[in-house]
């Protein structure tokens, strides 16, 4: 079952033009990414949705997660930032292959700067591994 109906428009489309949502039987959403686009610009233009985001964000709460939510990397570190921005680019331009990991073998990997001034310069390490480099540098 490559294909599901549209909740809202009621066209036929394939899976990948649907969110992933696991809660969902087929695991994803109902409405296809198109109309739920359209459906989020046009509740955006209420006159009252715009006024509760204006109150939420001059809320105490609003303005902290708001500030949290700007990417803590790219405020905190720069340099840390702009080394995953340039080499997830490269990832996705197939300029690098992502390879397996370094310590275990496992497909899939992340890409760990040892010296973040050197963007391309990374070990393949697998998410468990990743953690424990980490971890080692801090201790």
């Not at 809202?8 to 489309?13: A, D, S």
């Not at 949502?21 to 955006?44: H, I, T």
Request: hydrophobic share 25%; proline share 3%.
């Amino acid at each position: 079952m490559d294909t599901r109906v549209c909740g809202l428009c009621g066209i036929e489309k394939s899976l990948e033009d649907y969110q992933r949502n696991k809660s969902n039987p087929l695991g994803r959403a109902y409405w296809c990414k198109e109309c739920r686009r359209e459906f989020d610009r046009q509740r955006n233009k209420r006159v009252d949705r715009r006024l509760y985001i204006r109150q939420w964000e001059a809320s105490e709460r609003g303005k902290s997660l708001r500030s949290l939510s700007r990417n803590p990397d790219r405020n905190g570190n720069r340099l840390k930032y702009k080394a995953r921005r340039i080499l997830n680019k490269l990832v996705k331009e197939g300029l690098i292959r992502k390879m397996p990991c370094v310590l275990c073998g496992e497909v899939e990997s992340e890409g760990h700067h040892p010296d973040y001034s050197n963007a391309v310069g990374v070990i393949w390490l697998c998410s468990k591994h990743h953690s424990e480099a980490h971890r080692l540098t801090i201790e």
